[in-house]
């Protein structure tokens, strides 16, 4: 499975964005699917995960309310859409899959397959 994330820019504080990740392989709509970030001088954080089927997600408490995670099996997109961003958004942001459909601890997952990374910078 190789992974694309996309839609990255530069927005200003309160704006809405939507970032995508794009995969290849018949298998993806199987995979749980996570987005992960990483700000300038900081760890990598989790984010948001969906199950394989789209009905299960879960949210990091910095962004619940603000963000939702969702899913295209037939065009095999996650998207993650994100409202009112904040300066504390800024990040490299990353998609990755995981070979499992689901946990009840999902962003402890493994996630055996990673994008590239798509840049969000949130200005005042």
């Known amino acids: 499975v190789q992974l694309q994330a996309s839609g990255g820019g530069l927005v200003r504080a309160g704006d809405s964005l939507r970032l995508s990740c794009a995969a290849s392989?018949?298998?993806?709509?199987?995979?749980?699917v996570g987005w992960f970030r990483r700000a300038p001088g900081k760890e990598r954080e989790f984010v948001a995960s969906?199950?394989?089927?789209?009905?299960?997600?879960y949210y990091a408490e910095s962004v619940k309310g603000r963000v939702t995670i969702s899913r295209d099996n037939a065009k095999n997109t996650v998207y993650l859409q994100m409202n009112k961003v904040k300066l504390e958004d800024t990040a490299v942001y990353y998609c990755?899959?995981?070979?499992?459909?689901?946990?009840?601890?999902?962003?402890?997952?493994?996630?055996?397959?990673w994008g590239q990374g798509t840049l969000v910078t949130v200005s005042s």
């Open positions: 990755a899959a995981d070979r499992a459909g689901w946990s009840t601890e999902p962003q402890h997952l493994t996630y055996h397959y």
């Open positions: 392989g018949r298998t993806f709509s199987s995979y749980a």
């Open positions: 969906v199950s394989w089927n789209g009905k299960s997600t």
